[in-house]
């Protein structure tokens, strides 16, 4: 049987299935919206209207008693939740955040919002959430707060971090996006820092579009979060708000109908972890006798709720190098429908380590200077060597893991890993 890659047939010649949790429930929340003519019920001023529309008070309502936070703040984005965070910890201009190298952008450029200088700590080999002990050795008199990532839907290692954190003084930013419902030691995620944040982005478990939250508890941090959303130096004096420290705000307001539909959303949550859980148990099963895959462990005490399946390649087992044996597994396969542009949502590598994009390379924040990059800050090769490894040589994510795949679908999946293995001649 030849390989596709090589002109033979395909394991599948179907589109997968489009992962869509929008439902009748969430077009009537839309619906209800509409009718009242209110699409957002914000004021950039002080008063009732400062705190939004009935929609987003009770998704932040509803939001903190899921998750067992005080307060939750409800915005346009995760990545607008993050800079709020960063503003609302009083970080400023020449302080160092340590931040990973291993996540979406935003995680690590929200520093530079308010001209502070990302530091980048490496990951944990197994479980590619910051390394503690890189952490600690990355902290200088400059350090005043981590932002860590809880990579894939698995919790960081909270408990040794937060010990850190309290040692030196620093603030912990939690980025929840891609971990919902995951669990440390029976506490969610997103509580385990001084600020959570979470993402409502149309790929995420549940999503309104576009749309983000940040829970605290702590009534201060709170407050600066809200102010900072909404248009603070406009507010704060008539507020009475007087620690005016990074209280330049912005708009970054959630509509009324996002809110209805992230509402809706919430109530799914459960269910869909679940049906991650049991596709990704199931793959893990089913691929764990391909010599060249290794299955990642889970940290003791957690649930993890995969945003992805992250895989690890080992090309001593094959002679093969990983982008060439996951092209030609691609090639087994179809993409997903709603995201057909996007090919087959197998990868490699995952993200480039961030200190490697052309901005930390150069340099170049604000201006032609590079503010707030200074002589001393450097962002060489192999600075992460952990991360450079996972990027080059060792992972591989799957993204076929949602609600709606069928016993067939993964199996599908399972056949493009095996049939390349299989085939390895072909490759070499």
Known sequence: MKLAINGGEKVRTELFPSYNTIGAEEKKAVDSVLDTGILSNYIGGWGEAF?????????EEEWASYFGAKYAIAMNSATSALMCAVGAAGIEPGDEVIVSPYTMCASATAPLIYNAVPVFADIEEEYFCLDPESIEAHITPRTKA????????????????????????????EDNAQGPGATYNGRYAGILGDVGVFSL???????????????????EVAERLQLI??????VVEAKGYTNLINMIGFNMRM?????????????????LIDERIENVEYLNEKLADIPCLKIPQKRDGVKH????????????????????????????LMPSGLRERE???????????????PMYQNKIGYGSAGYPFSEDVD????????CEDMYVNRMVTNDLIHPGLSKQDLDDIVDAFRKVYDHLDELK
């Open 255 to 271: 509509t009324e109908m996002e809110a209805a539909v992230a509402r809706v959303q919430l109530t799914r949550l459960r269910g």
């Open 51 to 59: 705190y939004g529309g009935i929609q987003v008070k009770s998704l």
């Open 146 to 173: 981590i932002i860590v990532v809880n990579i894939f839907g698995q919790p960081h290692a909270a408990d040794r971090i937060r010990e850190i954190a309290d040692r030196h003084g620093l603030f912990v930013i």
């Open 305 to 332: 709720v995969y945003y992805m399946q992250p895989i690890l390649y080992d090309r001593g087992a094959t002679g093969v190098d990983r982008n060439r044996f996951i092209e030609a597994v691609c090639a087994e």
């Open 229 to 234: 959303r909404n248009h603070a130096e406009a």
């Open 343 to 357: 090919g087959v949502l197998i990868r490699c590598g995952y993200v480039k380590p961030l200190y490697q994009i």
């Open 379 to 386: 962002y060489p090769q192999g600075l992460c060597p952990v």
């Open 201 to 219: 982005n149309y790929h995420k478990h549940i999503h309104c579009g576009e749309g983000g939250v940040a829970v605290t508890n702590d009534p």
